[in-house]
């Protein structure tokens, strides 16, 4: 597991905390862009998304907080995609049917604001990927035989240039 900080193009920090945000990153005031990358490796304790990645970029500048209480945090112009396929309670899906399968766009780049979207599935843990076609917040996933996997990748970019690059490998297996 690690997260890692970009200002500008210059490292401002890394650390082992990809998924509450307890270990926080400290950013000079002023305007900059920024990224993000983030991995989580599950193999051994989980048989489904077993490798989750996630690489934002976007730009933030100095809070103007009215409150002589603000903290000086800022709410991040960022996004993230769901995948919501109907699974059995083991997370599998049965091999060789086809799918409509949800897909939600959430953060900045949700709703009027989104630029684009771009959804891709790998049979093979992510070795080549198939772009799918989106059509009102699907994608159409054909599962493969008993016994595979299906990986997603996702690229989304809002109105203001903000981005998110997200791939989750073995998201489900077949049956």
């Known amino acids: 597991m690690r997260t890692t900080l970009y200002r500008d193009?210059?490292?401002?920090?890394?650390?082992?905390?990809?998924?509450?945000?307890?270990?926080?990153f400290t950013v000079p005031a002023g305007a900059a862009t920024y990224k993000l990358s983030t991995s989580v490796t599950r193999g051994k304790v989980a048989d489904v998304s077993?490798?989750?990645t996630g690489?934002?970029?976007f730009s933030s500048k100095k809070s103007t907080g009215s409150s002589?209480?603000?903290t000086g945090e800022v709410k991040l112009p960022t996004s993230v995609v769901r995948f919501t396929p109907t699974l059995a309670a083991d997370s599998?899906?049965?091999a060789g049917t086809t799918t409509k399968m949800p897909v939600t766009v959430q953060g900045s780049a949700a709703g009027r604001n989104?630029?684009?979207?771009?959804?891709?599935?790998?049979?093979?843990k992510g070795a080549h990927w198939k772009k799918l076609a989106v059509s009102g917040g699907k994608v159409t996933v054909k599962n493969p035989g008993a016994g595979k996997s299906?990986?997603?990748k996702a690229?989304?970019?809002?109105k203001q240039g903000n981005t998110v690059s997200q791939t989750i490998q073995e998201a489900y297996r077949t049956r």
């Open 150 to 152: 299906v990986s997603f």
């Open 114 to 124: 989104l630029k684009s979207l771009t959804v891709y599935v790998s049979y093979d």
């Open 55 to 57: 690489d934002w970029t």
């Open 68 to 70: 002589k209480k603000s």
């Open 9 to 24: 193009g210059k490292k401002v920090g890394s650390n082992t905390d990809p998924l509450t945000g307890a270990e926080a």
């Open 50 to 52: 077993t490798k989750v």
């Open 155 to 158: 690229n989304v970019s809002d």
């Open 92 to 94: 599998t899906a049965k």
